[in-house]
Nanobody, 127 residues
């Protein structure tokens, strides 16, 4: 089992940058594909990004490609989501997730998957 704790969400102006962190507990961090989903007000949840166990492969949702970068530090049990060129439509609660699947599989998962979820962190982008 793994517990996930996100941090870094806040209010930012459009065009700005933000970095979200997610710390994972447990000694089996490298077993998991890690990812981010988000849910904006009145919207369905949306896949943001996923990264393989080694960190060598990432996949991104179409709406964030070229603007977001996802990385992981297996020595620190941490993942980072660097978000640049933020837009008001990026406003959402961002959830860190973990699953034993592949990043490609995570990108098309539907509720209740992935297996593990953090509590979420609010990102608000003002215009």
């Amino acid at each position: 089992q793994v517990q996930l704790v996100e941090s870094g969400g806040r209010l930012v102006q459009a065009g700005g940058s933000l970095r979200l962190s997610c710390a994972a507990s447990g000694r089996t961090f490298t077993r998991y594909t890690m990812g981010w989903f988000r849910q904006g007000p009145g919207k369905e949840r949306e896949f943001v990004a996923a990264i393989s166990q080694s960190g060598g492969y990432q996949i991104y949702g179409d709406s964030v490609k070229g603007r977001f970068t996802f990385s992981r530090d297996n020595a620190k049990n941490t993942v980072l989501l660097q978000m640049n060129s933020l837009k008001p439509e990026d406003t959402a609660v961002y959830y860190c997730v973990a699953d034993i699947s592949t990043p490609q599989a995570m990108s098309v998962m539907t509720s209740p998957s992935p297996i593990y979820w953090g509590q979420g962190t609010q990102v608000t982008v003002s215009s």
